[in-house]
């Protein structure tokens, strides 16, 4: 993970032109991604696909002829989507176009204008504050040319056509907890998927640039996900803190938004939950747009804008850290696990209890008394033995996994087992997606 | 308004009679009311039309012939529906037909005994307190006939047949806050609402004497409103108080329900909610009988029963105050508007994301880095770019205005420019009534 | 009551067996039980029958022929179940076959072993502690055989088919609060609910093994109580405690759930409430099994686990006691009474307000200047009158008397009589089972 992190950082990526598809190929050599291009100018729902942004060289010097700015030193240096320019300007003049973070004045930012034609550098404040008057010289080696815009998938089937999709962006250029950590752990995320024993569920891996490309796959594949789509999360942000940060999908009640709350709510993961907005946030505020409304959630960690590093050159590896990401693919991995156990579940012996020894799964003398001969041995087993009447009672078709969790007083994965045994055993039947299958 | 009240506060007023008459009288002057009469003894439902009450002469002699109590210096000094008599009591005898509100000395009570032949006099504890033994005259010149029950109305037509109700009462004598309130303030909302550019509802005003108006008005108009009815509001007591005390309509979630409530929690009202309660009350008791079941809740200021003055000589102008029916001519304005606004709205490019800046909506460089350099002016963007934001994506056919309201932490009638603006730049359609219209 | 308890005592029952039959002849002798048997080796779902336990005697001498442990003694020094034997054996060796409750130095425990052959003796632990080396005998003269299972129920019928469940346990040897307090509570219970002067609903009074027995009675009656089930309590630890402690329904929304409820908020009735549980509790386990899912709760006072007689020979009458039952069954006629008027009410005059006068409710005059007259009569009718008009309000065939009583701010049990009152005069129709039913 560390290696495909120094390999992607450099590039200089916006949400098109050759950045974008050095990262899809780059990797294409960790998942088989099938590639899609569509063309400058393809209308996209309201959106239409803008020219390619080719920049080859850009720099900045003052009156002396030093370079304030160089795009070959960062790529950050450049307003993202600068046109191509070459002035002499007065410092005044000069400053309309430079873009700073006063209350961080180390810090280039990460500045884009990819709407609307403008050119600009970005520099840390310290910089602009030092610069001597007199005149600036500015060159922009950019074009905008008729190409395409580039998104990729990769498809992991399962035994249902449901689907589990997981999309991150690929448009910044070097940032790496707003940038890179999605992609990261969504590639790493997927290595692991790939060797589970079994898959109830298909899982979609999407890279994409953000928004307009979002809004480009949706208009290819938004039917097939409004059929198909169980439960998705956009991964972003996802370095830094030690534990998670969840925006809730558009409904609240998608299958990831109960598993969380359930294993917050038992301790089984750490962390916070944000409510759906769809004002700012990521490419889950186009997979929610009210005319697509799919089940999906964002999932972060250091989350964007509540960090110092956010959108300036202070977003680094040091910053989000590699352990970081893979505690995220840790957690994820949990997450989609139990989203794998969740579901409806019928006992098939339900009229009466079921008699538990005959099935080897019961102490057969009355549980009092036993207590009071091995406290602590007893203990153990009257927890079983709860959760597993308990499960059982409520194994009836209208009560979810999660529910049965929370009846038990316990997080979803910690009846994994139990689903398990009950099922090999041939007691239980399930987990099945529809509520009120006959017992 | 100060001028009608006067002309209508010395009108001896009762259930029926000419008092009535008089009202509806004065009233027309100001609106166009169309009136009905009902002839003594119908049956209205389990009710029947009592006979018309003639009053033309009262009065009360001590044992020195001083005159204790005299009709025509207050109509509150006989108890409203006296038979006739002529009689001379002791005073012990007499002091069974007085009635006076021991706790308010200086106060005369306003009685009725509209269902029982019963005759007394209303006058002061103080005075009472001080009447010397010996012989007292009461004599009464009242008459029963066989006459009529008076109300009217006035229909303002407006896009649609769904209508709202403002019903208010016409039946006490003279008392300011419990009776001259409610007519007062509808007849100047009706002037108010006379002068919209446009009404999406048709707006009924009534006025008709308390309880058994109602019935009969009911029992004339109640399938119609059953039918047609959208929200309703019974207005009484509305001087005195600095805000507004809203009783919700029986199911607490008809239209101005929900809007009182979101406009009281955002703040742009200030007031407090009661229940609907159906043991007391004025006419939303009838609207509300399960039998009809209307959506109409009750709109008052200085509530019966919680001042002083209530039933008494002490609700006069002074502490109404004409200046507390203007106000809640204002606050009922706001809330029929934001009313007229309620309802679900649908985006009509809903998938993805609508593209702001080609609608001239949005600010065309990312948005932190703007908020860098002008703080001030962005923060104000930012609040709008939000609220359309939020706006467009529940605008989906399942969300009422009140609840994107809720969404984007304002009142509802904050959006009210929102809604005038996507509208006209076609980018949204509604409000609509039902749930569910598809995008 | 003390007279059967003395009789029902001494007896040793079990989940089979004379004592099983002798108990229930016993409780013949005071209401009309019709008894039922079912084969040993029956299969009742996922059990069967087990064979007949016999046990003639059993004792266990120290090594210098004390008698340490003797049936005829306390039924309760036999482990229940005990295979026969007869062994000399090491003190250390015999250990392994004797129970006691380290924490309760004086109490003999009960214990069970019925599903796995094994014997034991149960001693107090201060009679364990001072246990000298040596030689044991032990002997126990029990053997197994084909027989049956025992239980027997008897049914009040009502005017309606639906039916109410009373479910008691008889398998427990000499104990009082958890084993005797129920069926005595339910046998004095019969004997009132026979004595009212009308039902409308159906009881049915059930006696049976705990578990094994409830399975069995849902083997034959199961599809019987789905069809016909409306509310159901199983009684169990009905001694001690000056409160009721009651289990919820497995919905949580039975009929006696919200009763309960109703009742407990308004303090009606005091005591406590517990969730369902089905890992822990009695024959509701089976009652609210997936497959019947039995509208069926569990009623107790002291309750089992909860206090220190649990399960050994503390739990006697004198902790139980009589007394505490008396009240048991008080507080659950109490119940009983409000269930039988629980229901929905249609007002036979719901367009506009009742005419409360013309039907002998109403004070003629208005009410708050008789308020003034005579503060305390008034405040008495204002009660009256206000719940009057509220329950004429809801008795819309929409509210439940359990949601009017909440809505009067009193109990359901303070309703019955207006229940009463107005159902004679004719003004309303019910209690009707269903919702909906037009006005």
């Known amino acids: 993970m560390d290696q495909l992190f120094d390999s992607l950082f450099p590039i200089c990526r916006s949400i098109t032109g050759e950045g974008l598809r050095e990262t899809l190929s780059l990797l294409t050599e960790h998942l088989p991604l099938e590639n899609f291009a569509v063309p400058t100018g393809t209308r996209v729902f309201d959106w239409e696909i803008p020219q ?8 900045l010097k003052d009156p002396h002829g030093n370079v304030i700015a160089d795009f070959k ?6 307003v993202n989507y600068s046109e191509p320019i070459h002035v002499k300007l007065s410092l005044d003049e000069m400053k309309k176009h430079l873009y700073t973070v006063p209350h961080l004045p180390k810090a280039i930012p990460y500045v884009t204008s990819y709407y609307k034609r403008r050119w600009g550098f970005c520099i840390s404040h310290e910089v602009l504050e030092a610069l001597p008057e007199g005149e600036y010289e500015a060159f922009i080696d950019s074009s905008f040319i008729q190409g395409e815009l580039n998104y990729g998938h990769s498809v992991l089937p399962g035994k249902s056509d449901r689907e589990v999709l997981i999309s991150s962006y690929i448009c910044h250029p070097s940032l790496a907890n707003n940038e890179l950590s999605g992609p990261l752990v969504a590639t790493f995320l997927y290595k692991r998927i790939a060797q589970w024993q079994q898959r109830r569920f298909t899982y979609r891996f999407v890279f994409l640039p953000e928004t307009i490309g979002s809004i480009s796959y949706l208009h290819r594949f938004g039917d097939h ?13 996802l370095g830094g803190e030690k534990s998670l940060s969840y925006k809730l999908s558009r409904s ?13 709510a038992q301790e089984s993961l750490q962390g916070n939950t944000r409510h ?3 004002e700012h946030g990521s490419d889950e505020r186009q997979y929610c747009s009210p005319g697509f409304n799919l089940p999906v959630g964002q999932m972060s960690r250091m989350v964007y804008g509540a960090y110092p590093g956010y959108h300036n050159s202070l977003d680094t590896k040091e910053t989000m850290t590699i352990e970081a990401l893979q505690h995220s693919v840790d957690d994820l991995e949990k997450i989609l696990l139990a989203n794998e156990a969740e579901g409806y579940y019928i006992n098939r012996f339900p009229y009466g209890e079921v008699k538990l020894d005959k099935h080897g799964l019961y102490p057969d003398m009355n549980s009092s008394t036993t207590f009071v001969r091995s406290n602590n041995q007893i203990e153990d087993n009257r927890v079983q033995l709860n959760r597993t009447l308990t499960f059982l ?9 999660t ?21 090999q055993k041939g007691i239980i039947d399930g987990p099945y997606f529809e509520k009120g299958v006959s017992l």
Chains 1, 2, 3 share one sequence.
Request: net charge negative.
């Open 73 to 78: 030193v960062s790529n950050l240096h450049i």
């Open 225 to 237: 996900l409004k059929q198909n789509l169980h439960a998705g999360l956009v991964l972003t942000c």
């Open 393 to 401: 009672n409520y194994a009836d078709g209208e009560h979810l996994l």
């Open 276 to 278: 759906f907005t769809p």
């Open 403 to 423: 529910e049965i969790a929370d009846l038990c007083r316990c997080s979803i994965e910690s009846l994994l087992p139990y689903v398990k045994l009950l099922s």
């Open 252 to 264: 609240g009640f998608n299958p990831i938004d109960r598993i969380w709350k359930q294993m917050l």
């Open 52 to 59: 390619e942004w080719v920049i080859r060289d850009a720099w």
